[in-house]
């Protein structure tokens, strides 16, 4: 009886707040992040009217204080098989291709987060999911032994199997087993300090890179970091140092501005923590880095054509201005990123009539009472106030942003170059499907969003230049 399940939406939320009472006890400085990032929101909220009353229209006010994202690295095909399905249960999809190999971490990754956005909105939990490339490393018998290694690992429970056999056979999960489902799929991303591997076996995975070691000596693919999103990012990096946390030295991705656009992030360096070795002789103690901390702040999304002018931009900046290991050069960076991206309009009318972002298109309450004397011409009504449009949020992630997060917590000095390249038809058969085009969800967006303020405007069918 399909009415006695629970919505995809109320398990995703039940994990989310799981998964973040778990890391607010196993890092405490996660929970004095969230309070900052929970303070300076509510600054922004009650100073800045337009953008309360832009969030609150586009139902996104009350996702803010629950809005999350994680990131997780996988050893095998199997295990990406799978967490594909369990995703599923959250109802969570893979959206985009990331090819980290071309900033030298042997990684390629996708996104997995709700696309509707009924469900963005009511929790738009995602989490960087990144698939460890085992053909990138050189060595063929440290190869051969990762892979042994990571056969020999079961990442999920077997009640958690059980329950996604269930949900994919009778099309849900009652309240019970979504309960039982949220509890057993926590394990999989349960920091372990004990490793599978002695020390000696963890040093040769390290020497060969660091998150080879972070992904191959442990039980499971601990979650590395939990994101909440802010609505003042410099705010929250200056408070920063206040609570005692020592924030990496640029913020990735665009610079500050009137109209944000995509994602701007900021992480602090990963702890150091305890780890026993196995060892024939038992457990010898050490240490290994993975966990950090992360904010971010989300802006519109771009279209191709305003992300190639992005993509362009920042190549630039980062092509002249290198900051160093230590921050240094950290402030020349942010002038120059400050004067390039000049070149990309800083207006919400700009952005949309040039076709650069997508936007979410709306009847107003003044055109509806007017329907019937409406002109027909697009931008007339958007002039006249008729037809009302406001920025799509970026729900994705940046492969530059990303690689940069990695390397400050790998130590930036480890570049490795790796003469193959991306795979995504690799990828996406581990996946046990195709990952969806991120620009073609946005569009589907704008375009529903345009025909339905049309129909209620009277004026179904009519089209505006920029949406296609
Ligand atoms: C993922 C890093 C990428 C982001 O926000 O871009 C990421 C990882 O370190 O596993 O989370
Ligand atoms: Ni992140």
Redesign the pocket.
Known sequence: MPGAFVSTDRIRSLFTEAMSQMYRTEVPQYGTLIELVGEVNAEVLARDQELSERLRRAGELERIDVER?????LGTAEELFTIRRLFAVMGMQSVGYYDLSVAGVP?H?TCFRPVDEAALNINPFRV?T?LLRLELIEDEELRAEAAAILAKRQIYTPRAITLIEQHEKAGGLTEAEAMEFVAEALETFRWHGEATVSAETYKRLHDAHRLIADVVSFKGPHI??L?PRTLDIDEVQRRMPERGITPKAVI?GPPRRNCDILLR?TSFKALEEPIAFTGAAGTTSGTHTAR?G?I?QRGVALTAKGRALYDRLLATVRSEVQVGASGAKAGDYDTELTERFKALPDSWDELRREGLAFFHYSASPEGIAARGKLPSDPEILIAKGYLRFDPIIYED??PV??AG??QS?LGTDQQQNYAMRSNRAAFEEALGADVQDELALYAERQTASLDMAMEKLGLSGLKLKTVA
Do not use: K
């Open positions: 994202h994680g990131a997780i690295r990684v990754s960087f990144s590395n970091h994101t990735e992030q950090f992360e971010e992630f940046l942003s990303a997060i990695f917590n």
